[in-house]
């Protein structure tokens, strides 16, 4: 069994997917593009909110993406719509927008930066990130 380690995934995501920076965003949502926020509620809270787009936390997005299924939101229009994601740094959100292209939305991309980036191109103050000793520990190799 051959193993890979979590920036593996990142780096693979990333070659099926596009990333808008940061002062693409508000654009690329102007033409038509689904925003979606991934990042938990706490996140949230801490971080500030974008504002717009709609919030679908990663742990069902699949679900409320799936046009074949009965959880589906009424925001998703088909396979073609442009969908941006957004997480905090841009990791989480790779991930997710590869998960929906396999899903078949063809044009899902995420956020380079994540929502952090975004914050600090507009000039804003951007929230520290948690402490590393808040942070998930690696689980052991």
Same mark, same amino acid.
């Given at each position: 069994?051959?193993? &890979?380690?979590?920036?593996?995934?990142?780096?693979?995501? &990333?070659?099926?997917?596009?990333?808008v920076e940061?002062?693409? +965003? %508000?654009?690329?949502?102007?033409? #038509?593009?689904?925003?979606?926020?991934?990042?938990?509620?706490?996140?949230?809270?801490?971080?500030?909110?974008?504002?717009?787009?709609?919030?679908?936390?990663?742990?069902?997005?699949?679900?409320?993406?799936?046009?074949?299924?009965?959880?589906?939101?009424?925001?998703?229009?088909?396979?073609?719509?442009?969908?941006?994601?957004?997480?905090? %740094?841009?990791?989480?959100?790779?991930?997710? =927008?590869?998960?929906?292209? %396999? +899903?078949?939305?063809?044009?899902? =991309?995420?956020?380079?930066? #994540?929502?952090?980036?975004w914050r =600090?191109?507009?000039?804003?103050?951007?929230?520290?990130?948690?402490?590393?000793?808040?942070?998930?520990a690696a689980?052991?190799?």
């Amino acid at each position: 069994m051959s193993t &890979r380690s979590a920036d593996d995934l990142v780096a693979s995501a &990333r070659r099926q997917i596009d990333r808008v920076e940061p002062h693409e +965003l %508000e654009r690329v949502r102007a033409g #038509g593009a689904l925003v979606v926020d991934i990042r938990p509620e706490r996140q949230r809270a801490l971080e500030g909110e974008l504002g717009f787009g709609i919030v679908v936390e990663r742990n069902v997005l699949e679900w409320r993406f799936d046009l074949q299924g009965s959880h589906a939101l009424p925001e998703v229009e088909g396979y073609d719509q442009p969908v941006i994601v957004v997480c905090s %740094e841009g990791y989480a959100s790779s991930l997710a =927008a590869a998960s929906l292209r %396999e +899903l078949g939305f063809s044009r899902a =991309a995420d956020l380079a930066g #994540g929502y952090r980036a975004w914050r =600090a191109w507009r000039g804003e103050d951007v929230p520290p990130a948690p402490p590393v000793a808040s942070r998930p520990a690696a689980p052991p190799r």
